[in-house]
């Protein structure tokens, strides 16, 4: 049985592990806010140990997912009200919930721009 109320915290990292497993392995993880990474003027070096800066179109995904590092270089498509863009997994994102995603500006910059706010409600999927 799944639920095993005798033993709770079984049941809880179950379905921890469910839900992290089923992020990467689905089409799709469901909404989530997309953030900007702040980079800073210059470029700075990412989890996946690849540098990027402001204007590059990358992204980080949440600790839970980015199973250190199987996701480097992965592709993800993020999708806003209709405007769609694929953005390189270089970062990991430890504030991010599951279904949260963070977008290097540039990549942030082509659903909005940076002055309309810092997060955004998406859809967001890896693509290979």
């Known amino acids: 049985m799944f639920l095993d109320l005798q033993r709770p915290y079984i049941a809880i990292i179950g379905l921890i592990l469910l839900l992290t497993k089923s992020v990467y392995g689905q089409v799709s993880n469901g909404t989530g806010l997309a953030t900007i990474i702040y980079t800073g003027p210059g470029p700075v070096n990412g989890a996946c140990g690849i540098e990027y800066g402001p204007d590059d179109l990358v992204a980080g995904v949440p600790t839970s997912v980015f199973n250190s590092g199987e996701v480097c270089s992965k592709t993800v498509a993020v999708t806003y009200q209709g405007k769609s863009g694929q953005f390189q997994v270089v970062d990991s994102c430890s504030s991010c919930n599951v279904s949260d995603i963070s977008l290097a500006p540039a990549a942030f910059a082509?659903?909005?721009?940076?002055?309309?706010?810092?997060?955004?409600q998406v859809d967001w999927v890896f693509v290979d």
């Open 110 to 120: 082509e659903f909005l721009p940076e002055e309309d706010g810092i997060m955004m």
